[in-house]
């Protein structure tokens, strides 16, 4: 194989890491709850009432809130009687199959095994895809879902059959009801093939209408969860976890800043996860609809952003930069309890900003300062090799490259904000190793000719 790793061997290191990882915490700490995150406990209600009432609901309350991708996978696992084992199981597996998902894009983008080869190699031992596969969380379903879209996406505009772009709408649509962050994401879609379209000289007729096609099956199926939340509870959006953050993240980020205080207590004063809080604040919306209450809270929080607009920016793109930097460090320690479930950094880092909050960690604890240090030196590894592959100009105008590059730059943008922390990169990452595994393999092949170049020039000068 010319000195090719085989993929299966790539695949089983992938598999034997992510399945060490969470065997290792549960020896160490002999606690499930290590699996779990604060989302976890909703997800797992929607489930076991999916179970056993037949309705996507909570406390008999139709659930506007949460979306039905995530919950689903969650289903075997409650009815076998182990979550946590049945549900990391199938994680393991997902995100195996994503790495494989990235070898068959490298092949499409670059048609050099070795190239493909590299990038599966860099996502099988992602320090931030494995962690999440131990994570009783949507992070691994859903990248797994986004890079299934982008595969057949890119098959399509290789090949051009319809089959693999409708497909590739349903996959797309499956990853909104997973995570709602994907909802505009069909539009960006539409409007990079109608640009390919455009510089395409053949055909053009066809392709429009296969693009057509794309967006309306992509919008119908997601429509179709909007009008069961406006027959079930008179709300017209997709899913009200938009409303809640922005007016409990977003907007609270902005009063924190504005009324000197820190972003928690901000949280807290606004009754975040405490409704006698909230009712307390606001005693009129106790007998009003839940579809009425988030309605308030998404016209309460664009309020405060369009009042503040500036100081919203600069939280946003704060956010991005930990979204883009943040090296999982936390949830790490956490996933072995070397870290308290509620440590603040993330509060922290909204009040304080990253240079305060990496000297706390250096003077209060090491331990997190040296881990997130590590993980940051690897991730900047990425970004390096990265680099690279951007900086080479077969790459650049290539329309394949471009969108990829469009959709982590869109989940990039989308997860700026006050709540954004590394995890929000995990879909991004099999971007990032296909882009850093081309500059690896050209960052190898430049240094292998600059060594053969100083061989033979020292021979030359040895038979003089």
């Avoid at 689903?72 to 549900?87: D, H, K, S, Y």
């Avoid at 050099?112 to 990038?119: G, N, P």
């Avoid at 979204?323 to 909204?350: I, Q, S």
């Amino acid at each position: 194989m010319n000195g090719i790793i085989p993929m299966r061997y790539i695949l089983l290191t992938a598999f034997v890491i992510r399945l060490f990882v969470p065997l290792l915490a549960a020896f160490h700490t002999q606690d499930h709850r290590v699996f779990h995150l604060p989302d976890t406990a909703s997800y797992v209600r929607s489930a076991t009432e999916l179970i056993y009432s037949g309705q996507f609901a909570r406390n008999g309350i139709p659930d506007i809130v949460r979306t039905p991708g995530y919950p689903l996978l969650l289903v075997p696992g409650i009815l076998l009687g182990n979550t946590e084992l049945v549900t990391i199981t199938l994680q393991i597996i997902l995100s195996c199959l994503t790495v494989y998902l990235v070898f068959r894009i490298a092949l499409l983008l670059f048609e050099r095994v070795k190239i493909a080869t590299l990038c599966a190699l860099l996502y099988a031992i992602e320090p931030l895809s494995i962690l999440y596969a131990s994570k009783v969380l949507t992070e691994t379903l859903f990248t797994y879902v986004v890079v299934l879209f982008l595969y057949l996406l890119l098959q399509y505009m290789k090949k051009g059959s319809l089959a693999q772009l409708l497909i590739a709408a349903v996959a797309l649509s499956a990853s909104v009801y997973v995570r709602p962050i994907s909802f505009f994401l069909p539009i960006l879609i539409a409007v990079i093939l109608i640009l390919w379209i455009l510089i395409k000289r053949q055909n053009k007729s066809k392709l429009l209408f296969h693009t057509c096609l794309f967006f309306t099956v992509t919008i119908s199926l997601t429509a179709l969860w909007q009008m069961r939340n406006m027959v079930e509870a008179g709300y017209s959006g997709f899913s009200a976890v938009a409303d809640k953050n922005l007016y409990f993240y977003q907007a609270a980020s902005v009063l924190a800043v504005r009324q000197g205080i820190p972003f928690y207590e901000m949280q807290k004063q606004m009754g975040y996860q405490n409704t006698g809080v909230y009712f307390a604040n606001h005693p009129d919306q106790r007998n009003w609809s839940q579809s009425k209450r988030y309605r308030y809270m998404r016209k309460e929080g664009v309020k405060i952003l369009l009042q503040y607009p500036s100081t919203y920016l600069t939280i946003h793109l704060k956010g991005m930069l930990w979204t883009l930097l943040g090296p999982g460090a936390t949830e790490y320690l956490r996933l072995f309890k070397l870290y308290p479930d509620c440590g603040g950094l993330l509060g922290l880092m909204v009040d304080k900003g990253l240079l305060t909050t990496v000297i706390f960690l250096l003077k209060n604890n090491p331990l997190m300062f040296w881990t997130n240090l590590f993980l940051s030196l690897v991730l900047m590894l990425y970004f390096l090799f990265g680099v690279i592959a951007l900086l080479s100009r077969n790459l650049i105008n290539n329309i394949s490259i471009i969108t990829l590059l469009s959709v982590g730059a869109y989940f990039f943008a989308i997860s700026g904000g006050p709540h954004s922390y590394g995890r929000f990169r995990h879909p991004i990452m099999p971007i990032i190793c296909i882009l850093a595994g081309y500059g690896l393999s050209e960052a190898i092949s430049r240094f292998r000719k600059v060594s053969a170049s100083h061989k033979h020039h020292t021979f030359d000068n040895i038979s003089l």
